[in-house]
């Protein structure tokens, strides 16, 4: 079958991707910078890859006429707190439009559970974007699904960090709402069940076994993972309150937390299981989703995760025009060191940030990460998805990777943190076995030239101290 993939490098198309290639499908990913897609050389050799701005106009001929199914899995619940829903609304309709031009017979939408009168703008929107999808000319298959719980997934993060950095929670009332979660692995069991299943046409709710509150969900969490969490909910909590609570303690951005936290107030669970039943699908409970996640985690098998989505950061579009690092008009520090074994000291480089940290004075880049934070900045909250593995597009601490080659030997790092200017940092190994790191800011206006030379002594110390110790260290 020919699917087309939109969403491609998002959290749940990245998990799909390689299941529908071991179904023997063929592939064809919608995405809108074809860098970014963090696939290896073998998969990329087995896809076709098309760039799409689905926000933009149809341009004729992007997508193959003779496609059978498509995946819709693009949300902007992430990229903003007031008009989401409007760019929501204008990606179905350009889709419907992309799809006129093609012989596809199905579409799967991954949406959300919307059973209640009331609903939140985030529900309404993805209910909103049904109703477009059905006016297409093909058969629509729309999953509903509450909070997905996987390792990665923006729910399992955020509940992860309240757990562990806070075992006393005074708490928003909203954690008393019910919601019934589902574990990744059976959002991709239910996604590839449908699969040209003309039974499967229609809207269908899927959800775990368990219907719990957030609060119970927390303390679930806490046993699993052998502590004991205290948590107290009061009523005065605002919306705008809860959301800078979500901000602060855990890893999601600001407008996520602001979108989660309207969304919260209203109870998630499923009103009915068909397509379980249908597709003979046994759900995992919430506990096996948490056990689940860990082996992943532990296994440093984390496929996808949503902290490496671009909205996580400050820029929600190409990266590829930062990746010419500029020459005129900027600032440097530039430091080179001779090396003896450039195969170690790669693997060093391919390491940086996240748990191993930046090699030289952690704590001076961990309150540098505060102060962003505390200024609607990323902070260094996201971390990293893999040990020791970067690719393209992948969040790193405050930073964006836009280069991550190893037969180049060379590693480019775009600054997401708030700047009265644009950043850099670049590692390179040349071919006389010389490392070479390269900080570039280009200033925005006087502000951004009192910023550099206001902190050239802490680069003093910070820039060389990281180069040596990314050298030496094993």
């Known amino acids: 079958m020919k699917i087309l993939l939109t969403g491609a490098n998002g959290y749940i198309g990245m998990r799909l991707l390689p299941l529908l290639l071991e179904l023997g499908h063929e592939v064809i990913c919608a995405v809108r910078d074809a860098e970014r897609l963090s696939v290896d050389s073998e998969t990329r050799s087995r896809i076709k890859i098309v760039e799409i701005d689905f926000l933009q106009e149809m341009t004729p001929g992007l997508i193959p006429s003779d496609i059978d199914t498509a995946y819709f899995l693009i949300h902007s619940m992430s990229s903003s707190t007031k008009e989401f829903d ?139 993972r052998g502590f004991k969490n205290w948590i107290v909910t009061v009523p005065i909590m605002t919306p705008k309150l809860s959301s800078y609570w979500l901000y602060f303690v855990t890893s999601t951005s600001y407008k996520l937390a602001m979108n989660l936290v309207d969304s919260m107030k209203i109870e998630v669970v499923a009103k009915d299981n068909r397509l379980q039943r249908m597709l003979g699908i046994k759900t995992h409970t919430y506990i096996e989703a948490i056990d689940m996640a860990f082996k992943k985690i532990e296994q440093n098998l984390v496929v996808s995760s949503w902290k490496d989505s671009m909205v996580s950061g400050r820029f929600n579009k190409d990266l590829g025009k930062y990746i010419q690092v500029p020459k005129y008009g900027v600032l440097k520090d530039v430091q080179k060191i001779a090396i003896k074994e450039p195969d170690r000291v790669l693997k060093n480089i391919w390491k940086i940030g996240g748990d191993q940290g930046w090699y030289y004075g952690n704590w001076l880049w961990k309150t540098r990460g505060l102060m962003d934070k505390a200024i609607g900045g990323v902070g260094l909250r996201r971390g990293r998805t893999h040990p020791d593995k970067l690719s393209p597009g992948d969040s790193l601490d405050f930073w964006r990777v836009l280069l991550a080659d190893k037969k180049e030997r060379r590693l480019l790092l775009f600054a997401e943190m708030r700047l009265p200017g644009e950043a850099w940092l670049e590692f390179k190994i040349d071919a006389d ?19 550099w030379y206001s902190i050239v002594p802490l680069h003093y110390f910070i820039f060389g101290g990281m180069i040596r110790n990314i050298a030496k260290a094993k």
């Not at 629509?140 to 909070?147: D, K, N, P």
């Not at 010389?434 to 280009?442: D, E, K, M, Y």
């Open 433 to 451: 076995n010389v490392l070479h790191q390269t900080a570039t800011f280009r200033p925005r206006g006087l502000r951004g030239r009192l910023y």
């Open 86 to 224: 409007i760019l929501e609304s204008a990606t179905a309709h350009n889709f419907n439009t992309y799809l006129s031009q093609t012989n596809a017979k199905q579409v799967i939408y991954l949406s959300g559970i919307a059973n209640e009168e009331n609903l939140s703008k985030h529900l309404w929107s993805r209910k909103n974007v049904e109703g477009i999808l059905s006016q297409g000319p093909f058969e629509l298959t729309v999953l509903r699904a509450g909070i997905i719980v996987g390792s990665g997934s923006s729910s399992f993060e955020i509940i992860r960090d309240l757990c562990e950095k806070l075992p006393f929670m005074i708490t928003p009332k909203w954690v008393l709402t019910k919601t019934q979660p589902i574990a990744i692995r059976d959002v991709m069991n239910f996604l590839t069940g449908v699969l040209g299943n003309e039974l499967a046409y229609g809207s269908f709710d899927i959800a775990g076994p368990n219907v719990l509150s957030y609060k119970q969900m927390m303390m679930q969490y806490a046993k699993a």
